[in-house]
């Protein structure tokens, strides 16, 4: 954000105008407010219905609170974004993502439409409802300090090539929970998969303008790290925007019987009714 014209601050009053003659100035990396300014909403949303709309920087970090039902649109405009994430139940955040869990419940290690981020309880956090990229990945996990220290010769996160873990623990520090709260995340924009010797094939992105949507199955604590992947061969650090849409209607429910999703598999049943069954015993 560039100063004003007449920088001066050497006073309480003087730093008061300063500050004020700022105030109309927009950065690009801001949560718009209120969410429904964005200068990016999705064609297809009404603007008035957004909760949360944000472009997260290269080599940052966002946090939030989304109720039950919320849908949530992830889009990478560039091709360069790469969505580390993470998912708490809000009410009781030491019911958090297990990627183990996600992969194994659904009997598929890749995400795509319909798969569910389930939480190591038996319940689904969140479902992917939409996907345009097919690049994402529930192996790897985020990079950590000593990671980009090797590869990129700093990790600081407030310096040019922060980590992913790093970025995740201040984000959690602002719901209350430590570093011992973090657990592995999900990614997603940057794909890998396995090959037949066990090792781990990097594809990359898929190209500009790609999107995931999720649903809310209970209200989320939502941790996003925008960072490169650690399985990235690239020797710079390279990583773009990351555009982020959070929307609610009366269209937009958690997943029910009604849904094909909903019985995909005896597995997924089990889990999505067990999610059922703490949301109604909440009163959600």
Partial sequence: MAPAANHSTDT???????????????????????????????????PDSLTWAETV????????V????????????????CAHTLVYNALEPTERLNVADTQKIPWQAYL????????????VL????????????????????AWNALR?????????????????VKAAAKHGLGPADVPPSVSFFQGVRVTADGSFDWLGSSGAGTAVDLVAEIPLIVLIANVPHPRDPRPE?????????AWRTPSTTPTGPGDERFGASPEIQRA??????????RGL
């Avoid at 795509?112 to 319940?123: A, N, Q, V």
Wanted: aromatic residues 8%; hydrophobic residues 30%; glycine residues 12%.
């Fill in 112 to 123: 795509g439409p319909g798969h569910p981020l389930l939480s190591g309880d038996g319940r």
């Fill in 126 to 145: 969140a479902t992917m409802l939409t996907d345009s990229s097919g690049r994402h990945d529930a192996f790897c996990g985020t990079s950590t300090g």
């Fill in 272 to 281: 999505y009714l067990n999610t059922l069954d703490y949301a109604e015993a």
């Fill in 12 to 46: 309480v009053l003087n730093a008061r105008e300063d500050a004020r003659a700022q105030g109309g100035q927009v950065s690009d990396w801001m949560p718009y407010l209120p969410a429904s300014a964005s200068p990016f909403c999705p064609s297809d949303v009404d």
């Fill in 57 to 64: 920087a290269p080599g940052n970090y966002t946090h939030k």
């Fill in 66 to 81: 989304v109720a039950r039902g919320t849908r949530i649109r992830l889009e990478d405009p560039t091709g360069e974004a």
């Fill in 237 to 245: 650090y390279i990583v773009g925007p990351l555009r982020v849409h």
């Fill in 152 to 168: 990129y010769g700093t990790a600081l996160p407030e310096g040019p090539a922060p980590a992913g873990r790093d970025l995740f």
